[in-house]
């Protein structure tokens, strides 16, 4: 006798499970991928050491150096020099047990050191004391020579030499060498820095750092930075001259203001609209563009560059009738959403800890950051975003080709 062979399934109940799976993927993709969960950020009294907890992450604390703002080719030049004399050092004080890594940005040098958080806390006191003892000037200048051969071919396009021209009019050359400079700038970099700590344990680990540092870094004295940036540029005369080659090159700027400004939102969503306006147009006029902006410590700029076969000067009223509410809306919409999303990775998260430490500003400011955005009032921005589409900039430079 033979048994009859039955499935475990009929065919209703699996089509009915495809059915119920389908709908269920619908549903889900729909809820989109859920709130952003912001780590909390705290801070000492003095608002000079900065924390994050986060479970099951390596320890990394950052020093965050100040430095007057690293603008024109000589500030550049000795801000990268700087750095190689921090990486010099870190390399000597080399060691399994924690990793480095420094970056100079336009206002700061950030140096970076990371171990696991199972390991003791880097012999921090050994550390600070072979990065700030003073340097000997005469051993860099083999190092200053390379950092300048490669300015050099970095300035040959036209379009940065452009660039240049307007960080030299907002902070004007000094004719003395960086290298003449450099025991003293390498001096004020530790007058005053921050620090932003993150990872398992970071409060224990502040605290530490605390008690350590506590004669190096217990108050925030203003070191002597000359931050030679003119905050206030009158305004010039149209500079018009002449293309090296067959394309038309206009660079509009101005100084704007430094990162904790109550300006500061309103000048960043300007940025944003003026990215999304032209990207929007600009096959249709046929350039190309660039837009320079940042708000530093002490100062800010903004500068929009546009590039094309014909003169762009025509079309730039015709860019100002383009900016209404509802464009104003979309990039504040594109701007949150990207927020949202950077923040959804922890070292997202972190590069803003580093943010907040280095200019102080409120703790709650990552998760604050999209209602201000959202917040704002869009006449003020559509005022701010005209007046940087004016040739009329205290800073603007038209280089034509020669017909």
Do not use: C
Not at 175 to 192: N, V, W
Request: charged share 25%.
């Amino acid at each position: 006798m033979t048994n009859e062979y039955r499935p475990l399934f009929n065919r209703n109940y699996i089509t009915g499970l495809m059915w119920f799976s389908l709908i269920a993927i619908l549903i889900l993709s729909s809820m989109g991928p859920g709130s952003v969960e912001y780590h909390e950020v705290e801070t000492n009294k003095s608002k000079n050491i900065y924390w994050m907890e986060l479970d099951d992450q390596p320890m990394q604390l950052v020093l965050l150096l100040q430095t007057p703002p690293a603008l024109n080719t000589q500030r550049q030049q000795l801000q990268q020099l700087k750095s190689q004399v921090l990486q010099q050092r870190l390399r000597s004080l080399a060691s399994t047990s924690y990793s480095f890594n420094v970056t100079p940005r336009q206002d700061r040098i950030e140096i970076a050191i990371q171990w696991a958080s199972d390991q003791e806390l880097p012999d921090l006191k050994t550390i600070w004391q072979i990065l700030s003892a003073p340097v000997e000037t005469s051993r860099w200048e083999d190092t200053l020579k390379n950092i300048q051969a490669r300015h050099y071919l970095d300035a040959q396009s036209e379009e940065q030499q452009l660039i240049n021209r307007f960080y030299h009019q907002l902070q004007p050359n000094d004719p003395s060498s960086p290298l003449s400079k450099l025991e003293r700038a390498y001096a004020d970099l530790f007058t005053m820095p921050s620090i932003a700590i993150s990872g398992e344990d970071a409060e224990d680990y502040a605290e530490m750092v605390e008690e350590l540092f506590a004669k190096d870094i217990a108050t925030h004295q203003s070191p002597n930075i000359d931050n030679a940036v003119q905050l206030e540029i009158a305004k010039q005369p149209i500079q018009r001259e002449v293309s090296n080659n067959q394309d038309f090159h206009i660079l509009m700027g101005q100084a704007i203001s430094e990162r904790n400004s109550e300006r500061f939102i309103t000048e960043r969503i300007t940025a944003q609209v003026l990215q999304d306006v032209l990207a929007e147009y600009k096959y249709q006029h046929q350039l190309d563009f660039r837009i320079l902006w940042s708000a530093l410590k002490t100062t800010g700029y903004q500068a929009l560059i546009l590039k094309g076969r014909h003169n762009p000067e025509p079309i730039l009223p015709q860019l100002q009738q383009r900016i209404t509410d509802e464009v104003i809306e979309q990039s504040q919409n594109r701007l949150a959403a990207t927020w949202e999303e950077r923040m959804r990775e922890d070292d997202n998260q972190i590069q803003a800890l580093n943010l907040i430490a280095f200019y102080q500003l409120p703790t709650d400011t990552m998760e604050e950051y999209i209602d201000m955005i959202l917040d704002q009032d869009p006449d003020e921005v559509i005022q701010t975003v005209k007046q940087t589409m004016q040739i009329t900039q205290p800073i603007s430079i038209l280089k034509a080709p020669q017909r």
